[in-house]
């Protein structure tokens, strides 16, 4: 057990109803997360992902949260203001039941970081961005139990872990190791 | 490495069912940018004059512009680009919406369609992997219906669909094609995309576009997002609301249509209404907006808010943009809940939104006239609204009447005969303009409607004010942070410019000045498109985000391509150069360079061949309008000079400068 602590929370109220569509949370995000910074944006690498189907109208901006390893054993339906949701459209976990939240070209997951990148910005991109106000930052003291974060490259190889097995890594790294001193 | 664009083209042969990936030379891009202006090239040198629209050899473009794909706010845009089957000439319609940018990801800067395809198809791309997959299926959906069912079978809820309609399919002159919020629909593209047998084209794409310079581009990116804040909360004063702001204009936002609907015209472009907007009328229309429209929507990455999803009662939801709201309805002196609810079925099938109520009424009015008769309308329901209900459906299935209603106003007259051409009366080139008849010639507009090969006013105007303001003062505040004009005699222009007395039109601006002003107006809409940018957020409104000042920046700091304000204006001039020759290689000549017989009631011939003469000039054009040979060099395009000279061009030309007789028409 973690001893408890003050803690700001950072968080942004997405206002469904002002969303307009546009995606550019989308565009924005993956520019800044890009190396080097900016250099590129594709939406498929994006951490905030818009669920959206304009016919029933659906506008869920959705942020990137914890990987989840496997899917949900029931998939459960929503109905609020006469409009389905699938649970999923809520869902912030990049899982193996759908392509988001995933890098497009090795699958690892990702995660919102409120852009707490380098440089840190005072506000996350996403929300500068939607000038509409359907995104709103703000902060909030809570008090939380530490815990012991994963570093980033952790996260990412206890994945690779999940998906093959600790051993082929292991023996990944060792080889890659050695070519690299050779 | 390519930045911005892809530096890769999908050739699709649909006669064979062969699919290339083809890389693109870099050189183009510096000369002609991309978007339109790749295209022309493509189209000039690849399809020759004696191409019809419906041969195997039309290519079919699907183009994104050259910022398509950056973060570059609001730049979105496909550039279709083919043969038109209506004006016989280069047809280049352009969609907002997301699919531009969803082809960028998946790694191609345009889709060339050619030959047809035996069967109905549809075209897959997923990154890398491109198929084109049996539609017999979806033969007769609509266009809405048709993305929906094929995202559901492909499994891909983030799939961008470029769709026909069954008007599309049965090569309606004026048929569409959309995509979800946009549609690209003059010229009647979707007829060509039906006619090679393709239904959608269906895109997913997840791979990175890059941008040269980073930082310097994503600086300009905020400064365009900032200042479009600063114009959402500075509307111009004294303009009517929907000159007031930016964006394609917020016709889904506006309440108040007293304008439109008492300066344009109803019926078939016949009456002006001029008490038409009372308290009343304001309070239905407001109630009949707010009950179907579910929610305010843009386009991919851009902030404003120019479409909506609506939902018609009884009707499935569809969404829609712009000037459409009206154009049905009084097209049928209706109201707007008829407009709103034919809307929808003309969204699935897919016709244009202008075109289409136009010829609607033309029809009617032939019926009234006695040129056509009850006996070419068997079935027909007596209601207003019912009729056009009917008339929609016979032309889109080609039915009847319908079959000739289909090849738009100008082709159906010339088949009716009887006179019946007076009635298409209000064609530029052989296509269906905005119901506008105005009073006093404005010489601006003049040349803008002449020579105008957008088709479409809306593509052309904008910057300049479209009148002065009653007060030097009033001027004189408009022009203080006028930032956007490209030089600052423009400001001089409009505070001398007044609404009565010398200075006033038709004779003020002076022709020199209208020539700067139109060439300006359409040097930004020629930008617009190469770069996939759109007119809401540059070349339209007045004051607005994007300009000649900072374009060659983005250019520079996105496409890695050295740019600078005159070798950009040179771009633009260079590909709307070739764009004309196009058309002139097709039999376009000074005769077409007209705006309709009635659209002023007070003409002044002397002036109007002055200001046409001295444009002609000053864009380096022969008095039949042909670019000449030395302008042609200088613009690095001898190859299109020698071309024209083979085919004696020239040589007819010169016979006879001035003379307004009809040249032989190519091709058709």
Request: include cysteine; charge should be negative.
């Amino acid at each position: 057990m973690g001893e408890k602590k003050k803690k700001i929370v950072k968080t942004i109220k997405i206002d469904v109803d002002k969303c307009n569509g546009c995606r550019a949370c989308e565009v924005i995000c993956s520019a800044f997360h890009a190396a080097p910074k900016y250099s590129s944006n594709n939406p498929a690498r994006s951490r905030i992902r818009l669920i959206r189907d304009p016919l029933r109208d659906v506008y869920l901006p959705v942020y990137a949260g914890e990987h989840a390893k496997a899917e949900c054993m029931g998939r459960n339906k929503y109905v609020i203001d006469g409009k389905d949701y699938d649970e999923c459209d809520f869902c912030r976990a990049a899982c193996p039941s759908r392509d988001i939240f995933k890098e497009p070209d090795s699958k690892l997951p990702l995660k919102c970081d409120m852009c707490e990148d380098d440089p840190a910005q005072e506000k996350p991109l996403c929300v500068q961005w939607c000038i509409n106000e359907a995104l709103i930052y703000e902060e909030r003291e809570e008090e939380v139990e530490e815990e012991v974060r994963a570093e980033d490259v952790e996260v990412g190889l206890e994945a690779m872990i999940d998906k093959y097995g600790l051993q082929k890594v292991m023996d990944t790294m060792c080889r890659m190791t050695a070519s690299k001193k050779g | 490495m390519r930045y911005a664009e892809t530096g890769f083209n999908l050739e699709v042969d649909l006669t064979r069912g062969n699919i290339e990936r083809v890389a693109t030379d870099p050189r183009d891009t510096e000369l002609y940018l991309g978007g339109l202006g790749t295209s022309a090239k493509i189209l000039w040198e690849r399809v020759p004059p004696e191409v019809d629209a419906f041969s195997p050899e039309n290519l079919l473009i699907f183009s994104t512009g050259l910022l398509c794909g950056t973060p570059a706010p609001g730049c979105n845009r496909t550039i279709v680009s083919t043969i038109s089957p209506q004006t016989l000439l280069m047809a280049f319609s352009m969609m907002g919406g997301f699919w531009a940018p969803e082809l960028k990801y998946a790694g191609y800067d345009k889709v060339i369609l050619r030959g047809k395809s035996p069967k109905l198809v549809y075209l897959w791309i997923k990154d890398d992997h491109v198929e084109l997959r049996d539609a017999e299926h979806l033969r007769g959906k609509g266009a809405v219906e048709t993305a929906d069912l094929i995202r559901h079978e492909l499994k891909e809820p983030n799939a961008q669909v470029a769709a026909i309609g069954l008007a599309g399919e049965n090569r309606v002159f004026f048929a569409s094609i959309e995509q979800g919020r946009s549609s690209a629909s003059r010229g009647g593209i979707g007829a060509v995309m039906g006619d090679k047998g393709v239904k959608a084209i269906v895109v997913r794409g997840t791979k990175d576009v890059n941008v040269a310079r980073p930082m310097e581009f994503m600086g300009l990116c905020n400064d365009v997002l900032k200042y479009i804040k600063f114009r959402n909360d500075n509307p111009i004063p004294g303009v009517m609301p929907i000159l007031a702001g930016l964006g394609s204009p917020q016709e889904m936002k506006v309440h108040d249509e007293k304008w439109h609907t008492e300066n344009f015209m109803w019926g078939n472009s016949r009456v002006r209404r001029k008490d038409f907007w009372n308290d009343e009328i304001a309070k239905a229309w407001a109630q009949t907006l707010d009950s179907m429209r579910t929610r305010l929507i843009s386009c991919y990455n851009c902030p404003m808010t120019c479409g909506a999803t609506i939902s018609p009662p009884g009707l499935p939801t569809y969404m829609m943009k712009c000037f459409s709201k009206l154009t049905y309805t009084m097209a049928a002196f209706s109201d707007l809940e008829f407009g709103l609810g034919i809307a929808q079925s003309a969204t699935e099938y897919g016709v244009d939104g202008f075109s289409t109520p136009q010829v609607m009424a033309f029809a009617l009015e032939l019926l009234e006239n006695g040129i056509l008769t009850d006996d070419d309308f068997p079935g027909m329901p007596a209601d207003n609204e019912g009729r056009f209900h009917w008339l929609l459906d016979k032309i889109v299935r080609r039915e009847g009447i319908g079959d000739v209603l289909a090849d738009g106003t100008y082709w159906a007259a010339q088949r009716i005969g009887k006179g019946a051409d007076a009635y298409a009366h209000n064609n530029i080139k052989k296509h269906e303009q905005l119901p506008l008849k105005l009073s006093m010639l404005n010489p601006i507009y003049f040349l803008m409607y002449a020579t105008g090969e957008k088709i479409n006013i809306t593509q052309i105007e904008g910057q300049f004010p479209q009148a002065p303001w009653p007060t030097r003062e009033e001027r004189e505040e408009f022009a203080k942070d006028w930032f956007q004009v490209p030089d600052e005699k423009f400001k001089q222009y409009l505070l001398d410019w007044e609404p009565r007395g010398e200075k006033s039109m038709p004779f003020y601006p002076t022709v020199d000045m209208c020539c700067d002003i139109v060439d300006w107006q359409e040097t930004m809409h020629y930008i617009d498109d190469a770069l996939g940018m759109c007119a809401g957020l540059s070349s339209f409104p007045l004051k607005p985000p994007y300009h000649i000042h900072n374009y060659p920046k983005f250019i520079s700091a996105g496409a890695g391509i050295d740019m600078d304000e005159e070798k950009l204006a040179k771009a633009a001039r260079r590909y709307r150069t070739l764009v004309r020759a196009f058309n002139i290689r097709r039999g376009m000549r000074r005769k077409d360079d007209k705006p309709p017989a009635n659209h002023w009631k007070k003409r002044f011939p002397e002036l109007e061949k002055q200001l046409l003469d001295t444009y002609y000039t000053f864009k380096g054009w022969n008095g039949q309008g042909i670019p000449t040979k030395e302008s042609l060099h200088e613009l690095g395009l001898d190859y299109v000079a020698e071309d024209l000279d083979k085919r004696g061009i020239y040589a007819e030309a010169e016979d006879d400068p001035s003379s307004d007789a009809p040249a032989a028409a190519a091709g058709n």
